[in-house]
């Protein structure tokens, strides 16, 4: 599992920590994980060589089936550790204090749950009673984040996530296919289109929001560029911005792109596409 953060250093690095190898030590791969799969990151703030208190969460907690079940369905799992006794690479040092810093974290165990943009959503510790009530309480933590994060960030990077999305609520899938940080009409697009309130209402109702980004500074997991290098190829996108309707299967309902008028415009285009294509 991983996650995101506009952090300035960072590389990948090795899993180490917590009770298995689901654990992730870099911030970076941790959001990028987050963004891709929906899930909040479990950030552990801690000192799991001398610890007393992060042991014990490690050992009755961590360590067990139960918990171990649950993250894997509903967290994406990271360690920021800072041992007295073991040496880290030094960008995870770095990352971790810096992290430390950032989110004023006072003692350990903390545990912060955040978004993929690292927003906090919630925050924990040790708990006493086993991965019972630790759980339950994690859970109600994060509880507040589905609809505010629902509505601030909608769009889906994985197209197999988005496929399965459509095929669930037989909305047709909406794929951008964008250069969100150099592209001049898909950074319009965004602005004038994509980031207003009509348009996310209207989103919201009638389709799947995927994006397929090409950037040119924004870092990537390999995975999604493979995706999306695989993606652009097979439907032969010529220019940004591209935005494809599909259906479940990945099939071509419609094509649009950008298009003045603002939001009002643009989604009744759009409407009358998907019902021509279908």
């Known amino acids: 599992m991983k996650r995101i953060l506009p952090l300035a250093l960072l590389c990948g690095l090795a899993n180490s920590g917590g009770s298995d190898d689901a654990w992730l030590t870099d ?38 089936d139960e918990f171990q079940k649950w993250a894997k369905e509903n ?14 690479d030094d960008n995870i040092v770095a990352q971790n204090e810096e992290l430390k810093n950032k989110y004023e974290i006072k003692g350990f165990p903390t545990i912060l749950f955040l978004d993929h943009e690292g927003n906090v959503l919630g925050r924990s510790g040790y708990l006493a009673g086993g991965p019972g009530p630790w759980i339950e309480k994690a ?72 994006e397929l980004d090409y950037p040119k500074n924004k870092p990537q997991s390999d995975e999604l560029k493979k995706q999306n290098e695989e993606l652009r190829t097979k439907y032969k996108i010529a220019g940004y911005p591209t935005v494809l309707f599909l259906d479940a299967k990945g099939k071509v309902l419609a094509r649009s792109g950008y298009k003045k008028g603002g939001p009002v415009a643009w989604t009744e285009d759009a409407a009358k596409l998907i019902k021509r294509g279908k």
């Open 75 to 88: 967290v994406v799992l990271l360690q920021l550790d800072f041992p007295r006794g073991r040496k880290l």
């Open 139 to 210: 859970s109600s933590e994060m509880a507040a984040r589905t609809a505010a994060e629902e509505e601030t960030d909608p769009w889906l990077t994985d197209m197999k996530a988005a496929m399965d999305q459509a095929k669930k609520t037989k909305k047709p899938i909406l794929a951008d296919f964008t250069g969100s940080d150099w592209c001049g009409w898909c950074i319009k697009l965004k602005d004038e289109v994509f980031s207003t309130p009509e348009f996310r209402k209207w989103a919201k109702e009638n389709v799947i929001l995927l």
């Open 27 to 64: 911030f970076k791969k941790a959001a990028a994980e987050s963004k891709k799969s929906g899930k909040p990151i479990l950030a552990d703030f801690t000192g799991s060589d001398w610890c007393g208190w992060c042991k014990k969460l490690d050992a009755e907690v961590f360590a067990t």
